[in-house]
């Protein structure tokens, strides 16, 4: 027999065992505890892992539920319900969870939107026109119209319209801010569901050169935001809304030439 591979074959086993038993020794020493109802939190959630609540995923607020740090009812996807189920885990009251969706600040389509004298020839996904030539309109802060926000939207909640401007289906939307981080010109915010008026528009150039690219455009005449009394305040040309001083009655929506601020909806007066 050959004593070398014997030999070997005993040293290697030895050393597996000795190993072994260290790495046994370390867990026992060294391991954490995790803490049950993270699990059970964790269970409760959608699972959806997509970061609308501003964590890494459903385990990762999990631990911050658990550990104090994230509120039981910051899930948008999940909502009321899984605020209950969270809050029911955890012995606190759920209150309610905000509805978030996603709303495009632009209005200027296809039969808006001024047109390049060139045509684009290229790619067509928006990321791409954005870095490559600014697509085939004149605006360079408006909607591409490339629909990466709606391949983005894993839920089916968004659509191209016939006018080129994405739309939102909220019946199946999970306010999971894909589409908002697909967007290279930001059109797309994320809003309460009750909230009701904004500017539909990002559009910074001079009121001329605004007219000249889109014909609802904000045009930076600021009417709006000396009617608001603090609730529309003028940045480089353009309107932004201050929710926290809005009311709505103030602005003279009828003086907007352009209608870049109106409402979301025509049928409902939301206080914001």
């Known amino acids: 027999m050959d004593y070398t591979l014997i030999i070997a074959i005993a040293t290697m086993g030895g050393l597996g065992f000795l190993f072994a038993g260290g790495l046994a020794l370390a867990d026992r020493k060294l391991r954490v505890e995790e803490n049950p109802l993270i699990a059970k939190v964790n269970d409760a959630l959608p699972g959806a892992n997509c970061g609308a609540c501003g964590k890494a995923g459903c385990y990762d607020f999990a631990v911050n539920i658990v550990e104090g740090n994230a509120a039981v009812n910051g899930c948008p996807v999940g909502g009321d319900e899984t605020a209950q189920l969270v809050a029911d885990i955890m012995g606190v009251e759920a209150g309610s969870a905000i509805k978030m969706y996603p709303r495009v600040l632009c209005r200027g389509g296809n039969s808006e939107a001024v047109s390049k004298l060139t045509e684009y020839y290229g790619p067509l996904s928006c990321a791409a026109m954005d870095i490559v030539s600014g697509g085939n309109k004149m605006c360079f802060d408006g909607c591409l119209g490339g629909g990466d926000c709606v391949e983005a939207c894993p839920f089916g909640a968004m659509i191209m319209n016939e006018n080129g401007i994405p739309e939102v289906i909220e019946e199946l939307c999970t306010s999971c801010t894909m589409c908002v981080q697909a967007c290279p010109r930001d059109v797309i915010e994320m809003h309460p569901e009750d ?60 003086k907007c030439r352009t209608g870049a601020i109106g409402h979301l909806r025509k049928a409902e007066e939301s206080e914001n």
Request: charged share 30%.
């Open 195 to 254: 909230r009701n008026v904004f500017v539909f528009c990002k559009n910074h150039d001079d009121p001329k050169k605004a007219k000249d690219v889109c014909s609802v455009a904000c045009l930076g005449c600021g009417i709006c935001a000396r009617k608001s009394d603090g609730g529309v305040e003028m940045h480089d040309n353009l309107g932004v809304i201050n929710y926290d001083k809005l009311d709505q009655n103030l602005i003279p929506f009828d």
